[in-house]
């Protein structure tokens, strides 16, 4: 049986959604629909959340003047709000300061010192507080972090639980080199392996004095997890972990993150379960960067920063979710530009899709022909386009590349517009068999079509379908105006 298990990358709730999230949250949730289509919503788990303990939620929250729980309480909502605002169809929503997941950080450090592969050691050192590690002289720029340039470094000195994953790497390495195709893009791989090669041990706890907000380490009352344990187990706790049933989750597990999560959640967590000998990740899907509409990163200083809610209020969520699947290649950097957003819309959905349900419907209607249910194609010729024209999505999706499929949807789109007009259905030679065969195999080619679309736009499509299913002519997707 097929099952399967999605996850995105906790965010850490410092901070409001961003486009970034949107991207991954949009892809993800995509993902999820299709295969809730092809296999069955009861094969498809699909888990989104918010990692919630830290220290610089505590700075933050300091800065604007909240307590730490407030604080987090009120990200929370946001991330709440978003998933509701752009369809987010999640099946989890894994809060890690929930005390249900305390068990599940907890058994899983349990398990990895039973496995020897524990320790406590004294480390002192640079550290930085955005990347949470330890900095080596070598890997500084001018003195500072070079992905946090911004932050002071911070000297730290104390006693802390180890997680001795450098005794890992040949055993990551091996199983990695195995599995050519668990990473998408492929164009990453080098840097996971290097970073592999390099795999050291990391600091997994912190002294209570330093960090009061955390999962508690089991046996030791003076420490307090941090970071990695507790945020990383979400993924098998979303499965049911310490529950033995927690594999059947994982045999497909397909996780979602961007490329600054790459190294250090990814070497990382596939050490934590090769500790404790739990199956990997199936797929690691990294998407891109979105850039401002100008191709700088965005950032408050440059004015150019692309708000999600923003766009969505002022575009409307089909509009947003659309160019985020099918204007921005899944793993590429891409610009974020809004006037190329209401270019796709009004192409994609109001000239070809709408336009092409407007028309069927009206002569349907006209000529008061019976449309049928949607499942039948009786013209050959359609048939095999038709099936052509799906092998080409189905290929992309098996590459996960969501970009290429939803090209392939809107191909097939321009297709059915094509072999409509061509099939001239208000031609007064045809007979009142002929025209109905064509409006019954067009209705059919639009039914399927919808479904195709579903994932991509489940708002707009609920719609369309409504107007589908009625068969009553409607216009279902209105140009919107924008740059
Ligand atoms: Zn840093």
Redesign the pocket.
Known sequence: MSRFFLTTTLPYVNAQPHMGHALEFIQADFLARWLKFRYGADNVRFNVGTDEHGQKIRQKAHEAWLSVSDFVSQNVATFVDFCSSFGIGYDSFYRTSLLSHYPVAQTLRNEVKKNWLLGKKTYGGNY????E?F?KDKDLVNGE????PW?KLVQMEEENYFFLMSHLRDRLLAWFDAHPDFLYPKSKREELRNYLLDLEDLSISRRRETLNRGVPVPDDDDHVMYVWFDALSNYIGACGYPDPSFVDWRSQSIQFCGPDNLRFQWGIWQAMLEAIGAPHTYKLLVHGTVFGPDGNKMSKTLGNVISPFEMKNRYGVDAVRLYVLAGIPTYGNASFVPADMVALHNAWLCDTLGNLINRVLVLGKKYGTDLGDGTALTNQEWARAWADGEKVIEDAMGEYDLYRACHGIHTLWLWANKVFDNSKPRDRILSKEERTAILRDSYTVIVRLCQLYEPVIPAGMARCFGIVRGKEPQIPFVKIEGK
Request: net charge neutral.
């Open positions: 930085c507080l955005w990347c590690l900095k972090c070079p992905d946090h932050q």
